[in-house]
């Protein structure tokens, strides 16, 4: 049973090292001037969702024998198969662990719950937002078009809109989910504040290629006065100076086309390396256990 669990704890390893690639990939990328904030947003969302979803835990029987060839496969089988008491580490780390999750489940648990009470008690006075996770829904304030002009108003629901569209609200809990398994790791953390500051630029690059960037400005201005701190929205004043930044630059392209191919095709040769790569260990690792077994029989 610990050696089973030691095995799958290698197999994990593999893939959080080789997830870790990934983000490095995705900070590199993004970081660069060029491209849509919305290919950039795709691309940590692709992070997150690799950091969560294991593929090293694919039977290793699904692949050819062939693919143990691959180098980091040898190398880090090696290594892990060397590290004393294994088994007993292994289970030494469950408990830490579980209690880690169960602590981040309930923090979970009770941040969704204030969030709707707060909602249902400020019903009317919040800022925009968006509600709901598969149905969602734009919910404005009451007397927001006696502050905002018909243009501005227009542009933050196609802001809003935007963030319905994508399902903005599902992907950040699935990104909660991950961050719930996966506490003890400090890059799955980063990528909150990186989702979070492309979820708001791609919306407002929606806006902007609609024309109405100066009047999204002056409606983020005007909600975030202190006059009204009722009108006051988490999410119209996050990453303000960034979002303020780019829609202050005049004009902006339609789109970055050639810059989101590159991006993409760059990252998606990473994110295929990173894929195969925690796989081929294990299958590598199999056919190591296999060929031990068959010269121990002998």
């Known amino acids: 049973m610990l050696e089973q669990a030691a095995r799958v704890s290698q197999s994990i390893e593999v893939h959080l090292l080789f997830a870790s690639i990934v983000w490095l990939a995705a900070s590199l990328l993004t970081a660069m001037p060029r491209g849509s904030a919305t290919t ?10 690799n950091f969560l979803l294991p593929l090293s835990a694919v039977p290793a029987r699904l692949w050819p024998s062939p693919v143990a060839w691959f180098p980091p496969g040898r190398v880090l ?12 580490t292994i289970a030494m780390l469950i408990v830490p662990w ?21 909602a249902q008690a400020e019903a009317g006075k919040r800022g925009p937002a968006v509600n709901g996770l598969l149905r969602p829904r ?7 078009d006696r502050l905002l002009t018909r ?15 994508r399902r903005d609200n599902l992907i950040r809990l699935i990104h909660e989910v991950s961050l719930c398994i996966l506490w003890f790791h400090p890059l799955v953390w980063s990528i909150g504040s990186r989702l979070a500051l492309y979820r708001e630029l791609s919306c407002d690059e929606e806006v902007a290629h609609r024309g109405l960037g100066k009047h ?5 201005a005007k909600l975030v006065i202190p006059e009204d701190p009722s009108l006051l929205q988490a999410g119209a004043s996050s990453f303000l100076t960034h979002r303020l930044a780019r829609l202050s630059d005049e004009p902006l392209p339609r789109s970055f ?42």
Request: net charge positive.
């Open 98 to 118: 579980s209690l880690g999750c169960v602590v981040m489940i309930v923090r979970l648990c009770l941040r969704i719950r204030a969030g709707r009470r707060d």
């Open 40 to 49: 950039k947003y795709w691309i940590w969302v692709i992070t997150s969702l």
């Open 257 to 298: 086309r050639a810059a989101n191919i590159m991006l993409a095709l760059a990252f998606a040769a990473i994110l295929l390396a990173a894929v195969i790569g925690p796989v081929a260990q294990a299958a590598a690792a199999e056919a190591c256990a296999r060929t031990h077994v068959v010269r121990s029989v002998r």
């Open 138 to 144: 734009i919910s404005l304030p009451e007397g927001i």
């Open 151 to 165: 243009d501005e108003l227009h542009a933050v629901f196609i802001h809003e809109r935007r963030h319905a569209k």
């Open 77 to 88: 089988a090696a290594l892990t198969n060397r590290v004393p008491n294994a088994p007993a």
């Open 216 to 220: 999204l400005v002056s409606a983020l």
